[in-house]
């Protein structure tokens, strides 16, 4: 039995607001294990993204607990890294130094941040585009920059937020190929929240398909494909059939939100 | 045979990019053509010298004044006043501003006040600006700094208030203590915008400089322009306009280019 990394039960979160309440999380019950790669999937707006603010410490529960090796989450730390969909790379700084100042955040000092950074850059293969500032980066390339950044301090886990979903699908494609060879030589635990079953299927340990408000964990399926993955899997039967394992429980739950709608209408 | 795309038609495409060198000759151009309008106007006698003087006239009564040294003293003066009233009401709408922009409490206090405050013209502060600071220098200062200070709180407020809020969580994700992360993310990334609203509200401040100047000055480009309404010197009129026309096209020009060079990141491609 893997121990725990992450151990998420009963979270529940409620927004209120003029307009009304909205529960985004309700129940929730999700367990991480160490070195796990885990996907969750769901429709926008089903509150994956909340779910990962709270992991993050960016946001707060309003019911149940989680925890990372057994410690409360109760704000952010430099032991959970967080790669944001929208790059967040410093404009005014050059790649290189975009990692470097995560570095120093995480108290390394400057002869210590440079090398670590650099070896990270050509971890993700930008060797070379050191001294480029954002604006000149492609947005695989800058996203390429944020997943150095975040792996650099050596975090415990690793949070992604949607990470590829600005991406065009050829660029897609490779940032996930990167991403599984870069997990699948350095292990490391990790959650992953995206809409793309496809992706999900290909880069994960385990899928966790999420329910319409309020958000809750409906299936978890285990993606027993061998590793290392590579994409002609993706023709597989065995990848279809996963593939199709997780859009029936995501199409189920959209046929309930869209029947409850019409219910209410 | 198909119509050609309207969007493919020059002048038609919106946003369409152009070279600086037409960019250049076609800003020339309309300084030219006013400049030739004006000339044709004056010296077929179609309006009255004393409503529109010959741009030679201009140019003469300019020389005059530049070799007595009035015009010098005159453009000194008011340089010396624009810039330390505006350099006064930027180093307190930074702080105020920034402060705004990052905290709503503060932003409670002080941005409905400030907008109201905003709203009460200048002009009807400077019979009590006289009241209360005198005819001298500290009138004028004290008449920028209201015309200017106000609008640039808001506009710092606002340029704070755009910084990505996944930059602000980044920083939270790195542990940065909050004021560090006000310094080291928040501030850099408004710097630029930050920068646009100084050169739009300097703008103002010439404004602001002159009419203070026209009510209740002895020196100053704006004094200057009173005395020539009371002897009919429509040049010297035109020539100062002129004058304060370039002055304020040059510090834009200026700070656009600083722009461009301080910021070059942004555009690094």
Redesign the interface.
């Known amino acids: 039995m893997p121990v725990d990394k992450l151990l998420i039960s009963g979270l529940g979160k409620t927004f209120r607001s003029e307009r009304g309440v909205t529960v985004a999380l309700e129940g929730v019950d999700l367990a991480i294990g160490e070195n796990e790669f885990v996907a969750l999937v769901g429709t926008s707006g089903c509150g994956k993204s909340t779910l990962l603010s709270i992991a993050a410490g960016l946001d707060s529960q309003d019911e149940g607990s989680i925890a990372i090796d057994g410690e409360p989450i109760v704000a952010p730390g430099l032991d959970r890294g967080v790669v944001f969909q929208s790059y967040t790379l410093l404009p005014w700084l050059t790649t290189l130094e975009n990692v470097e100042f995560a570095l120093k955040a995480a108290g390394k000092t400057a002869r210590e941040a440079r090398e670590i950074a650099q070896a990270h850059l050509e971890l993700v293969g930008l060797q070379g585009f050191e001294k480029a500032f954002p604006s000149e980066l492609s947005g695989g390339m800058k996203q390429r920059v944020a997943i150095a950044r975040a792996l650099s301090y050596r975090p415990k886990m690793l949070l992604m937020d949607e990470p590829f979903g600005a991406l065009d699908a050829l660029t897609r494609h490779h940032m996930q190929e990167l991403l599984t060879g870069i997990w699948e030589k350095h292990r490391l635990t990790v959650l992953f929240i995206t809409h793309d079953v496809e992706e999900a299927v290909y880069l994960s340990d385990r899928v966790a398909v999420m329910t319409n408000r309020p958000g809750r964990i409906k299936t978890v399926v285990d993606i027993d494909l061998p590793r290392p993955r590579h994409y002609e899997m993706a023709a597989s039967p065995e990848f279809q059939r996963l593939h199709r394992a997780v859009l029936d429980a995501i199409r189920s739950e959209s046929l309930v939100a869209a029947a409850l709608q019409a219910a209410l209408a | 045979m198909p119509r050609p795309d309207r969007a493919r038609r020059p002048g038609f495409a919106l946003g369409q990019r152009i070279s600086t060198a037409e960019f250049l000759a076609i800003a020339a151009l309309v300084f030219i053509v006013v400049g030739a309008s004006w000339y044709v106007v004056t010296v077929t006698g179609l309006v009255g010298r004393l409503f529109l003087p010959s741009p030679a006239q201009v140019v003469s009564r300019l020389a005059e004044l530049a070799a007595s040294g009035d015009l010098v003293t005159d453009v000194s003066i008011s340089i010396y006043r624009i810039s330390l009233g505006f350099l006064i009401s930027t180093v307190v709408a930074l702080p105020v501003g920034i402060l705004i922009g990052s905290y709503r409490r503060w932003e409670a206090a002080i941005e409905p006040f400030v907008d109201f405050i905003r709203y009460m013209p200048v002009v009807a502060f400077v019979p009590l600006s006289i009241l209360w600071a005198g005819t001298g220098d500290l009138q004028k200062l004290l008449i920028i700094f209201i015309g200017t200070f106000f609008q640039q709180v808001l506009l710092l407020m606002d340029n704070v208030k755009s910084v990505?809020r996944?930059?602000i969580?980044?920083?939270?994700?790195?542990?940065?203590p909050e004021w560090r992360i006000l310094q080291?993310?928040v501030l850099?990334?408004a710097?630029p915008a930050i920068w646009d609203s100084m050169r739009i509200s300097l703008g103002w401040a010439w404004t602001w400089l002159v009419v203070a100047e026209l009510v209740a000055a002895t020196s100053g480009l704006g004094y200057r322009i009173t005395t020539a309404q009371r002897y009919f010197q429509t040049d010297l009129i035109f020539g100062y306009l002129l004058i304060l026309g370039i002055l304020g096209l040059a510090t834009d020009q200026v700070m656009k280019y600083a722009s461009r060079r301080l910021?070059r990141?942004?555009?690094?491609?």
């Open positions: 990505p996944d930059f969580n980044l920083g939270r994700t790195l542990q940065m080291r993310i850099p990334s710097l910021f990141y942004l555009h690094a491609r």
